[in-house]
DNA sequence: TAGATTGTTACCTT
DNA sequence: AAAGGTAACAATCT
């Protein structure tokens, strides 16, 4: 499910079931996505519920009423699934039974994805070291972050460290919209390309989220939507090339997308 | 079938 | 020291 956009849409989700409800039975799988111990989780959210939630890039802050707030991140399967019914969803990992017999549980099939007690998102945040949220960046910060680095553009806007929120599917669909090659080296941008840069992750990062919001279809001049090897390029001036870049798979437009020299 | 998949991170090298 | 690249994690799909 998750990059920012996805996990926009599981803070929807979560908004319109299951805040304001008591809850009264807390079910936990396998532990290593817990990041404190299953007891503590147990502890924590019995009797207690959720007042509201917040996102962090692509971690979703669910708000307690008592004792801070359970943090979801949701790996790359992970989802949240609502229901009335009694038997639990395949890779269920955490379950909440509601006061009205409702119930939540956070699906993980791979298991990628981690389950965090913590105090505040700010207190998160800074123990985690996570970078400021990409639809909040200011176009100055941004440029701060870009100096005096040296690695490709593509891992420096997947590292969440300096931009919370960006992954692999939007890196590269953020690239081919403002034509810049994904290996190209931060150094090497001009100071055009660096604007560029951020209008196009601002840009890209609210069309998809609205989409996954409202459920719609994303643009057919994204290459996301055509994200395979030989593919046809939205643009129809090549095909999509397949490439590996800081160790994850590209896929880019070499038509499009002309590498520096 | 080998390689791919939206995630992070420990561990290497430079 | 710090930055960047790689492999590993688990389950499934093509």
Do not use: W
């Amino acid at each position: 499910m998750p990059e920012l956009p996805e996990v926009a849409y599981q803070k929807k989700y979560a908004d319109a079931t299951i805040l304001h409800k008591k809850i009264v039975n807390v079910e936990t799988g396998d532990k290593k996505l817990f990041q404190s111990s299953k007891s503590e989780f147990e502890e924590t959210l019995k009797n207690n519920q959720f007042t509201g939630s917040e996102r962090l890039g692509k971690y979703l802050f669910l708000n307690l009423e008592k004792h801070g707030v359970l943090v979801v991140h949701f790996g790359m399967t992970g989802r949240l699934e609502y229901y009335q019914h009694e038997e639990l969803p395949k890779y269920a990992q955490l379950t909440l039974t509601f006061e009205d017999h409702s119930r939540v549980s956070f699906t993980c099939p791979r298991k990628f994805g981690k389950l965090y007690l913590a105090e505040s998102l700010i207190e998160f945040q800074k123990r985690n070291g996570l970078g400021i949220d990409a639809l909040a960046l200011q176009k100055v910060e941004f440029l701060e972050i870009l100096k005096s680095k040296t690695g490709t553009i593509k891992a420096l806007l997947m590292n969440q460290k300096q931009i919370a929120g960006i992954g692999n599917l939007y890196a590269d669909e953020i690239l081919f919209q403002v034509k810049i090659h994904p290996a190209t080296k931060v150094n090497e941008l001009s100071e055009k390309d660096k604007l560029n840069i951020y209008d196009k992750i601002e840009e890209v990062l609210e069309v998809v989220k609205k989409v996954r919001e409202e459920g719609q279809k994303l643009p057919e001049s994204y290459i996301t939507t055509v994200r395979k090897k030989g593919a046809n390029c939205p643009r129809n001036e090549g095909k999509i090339e397949q490439i590996k870049v800081s160790g994850r798979t590209t896929y880019f437009c070499p038509n499009c997308q002309e590498e520096k020299s």
